[in-house]
């Protein structure tokens, strides 16, 4: 096998610094274990890597994400303080490119989590852009989903007017999702949410069902059906139907309304189903 001048100079680099060799193994370590969803592994990998000055800002990275998650999963309130102080403990300026991308989406993630949902929008918003051309198609619709569920909770803490204008705005950022990517899951389900939010609920009758039919041709579109048809069921049927009958949603006319919207999102759906998946399945 021939060796090439690039393969030299690594095979020299790797023998001249062992170290750097280990470190670069316990990170890759710390990172696989992350992606692979083994917080408690990683964190403790990334401790070793962290030993290691040149692997330092990479490791403590992948630690405070690590940290986030398991925040996620436990509710214990140290990980979320942990992750907080190795955050803010980092100079983005000496991570890679792609790191410096995942410390903000870390930082969002972390305001977030500390109920701080404008910031961690603000947050999610800007880096966005430049995510779109560096992460890998599953981390990218992470990043949709976090940016599309904190915009809505900063819609839903307002109120009136404000409101309405909260989810108007959300909704012409989210269907630009739609627009760039039409197969983006995250951006299927918050498109029908924010149009709901809007108040316009035919157009989210009707992204809910372009959204579910693009799903089936998805392996990974089971999930995305799923929550379309639970939000379709509990939420947008009933808030449609008042919104036809002008009436109480007890009312007979609202409840004849909810029935006859269910039949037409179950029929539907039949027709646009392998044979044995509808929604409400």
């Not at 955050?87 to 490119?97: C, G, K, Q, T, W």
């Not at 109120?159 to 999702?177: C, I, P, Q, T």
């Amino acid at each position: 096998m021939a060796i090439t001048a690039k393969t030299a100079i690594v095979f020299v680099l790797l023998v001249a610094c062992p170290a750097l060799a280990l470190a670069q193994s316990d990170l890759e370590r710390a990172r696989a274990l992350y992606n692979g969803g083994q917080f408690d592994e990683s964190i403790a990998a990334a401790a070793i890597a962290k030993s290691k000055p040149a692997a330092a800002p990479s490791a403590t990275l992948i630690a405070a994400r690590a940290r986030l998650e398991r925040f996620r999963q436990k509710n214990d309130p140290n990980d979320l303080a942990e992750a907080r102080a190795d955050l803010v403990s980092l100079n983005p300026r000496v991570l890679a490119p792609q790191e410096i991308i995942e410390w903000q989406i870390g930082i969002g993630t972390a305001l977030f989590l500390d109920s701080q949902p404008g910031a961690a929008a603000e947050m999610f918003t800007t880096v966005l852009p430049t995510a779109r051309g560096r992460l890998p198609a599953a981390e990218l619709d992470k990043l949709l989903e976090w940016w599309a569920s904190t915009l809505s909770r900063v819609a839903e803490s307002l109120s009136g007017a404000a409101r309405k204008d909260a989810y108007v705005a959300m909704l012409a950022a989210v269907r630009g999702e739609v627009e760039r990517d039409p197969l983006s899951r995250p951006a299927a389900y918050w498109v029908v949410v924010a149009a709901r939010g809007a108040g316009d609920f035919d157009a989210a009758w009707n992204a809910a069902f372009t959204g579910w039919i693009r799903a089936g041709t998805q392996p990974e579109g089971k999930q995305l059906r799923s929550d379309l048809d639970r939000f379709v069921t509990q939420t947008l049927i009933p808030e449609r139907a008042q919104a036809r009958t002008g009436q109480r949603l007890d009312a007979r006319a609202t409840q004849v309304e909810i029935a006859a919207l269910t039949e037409q999102w179950l029929a539907l759906g039949k027709h646009w189903s392998a044979p044995d998946e509808k929604p409400g399945d």
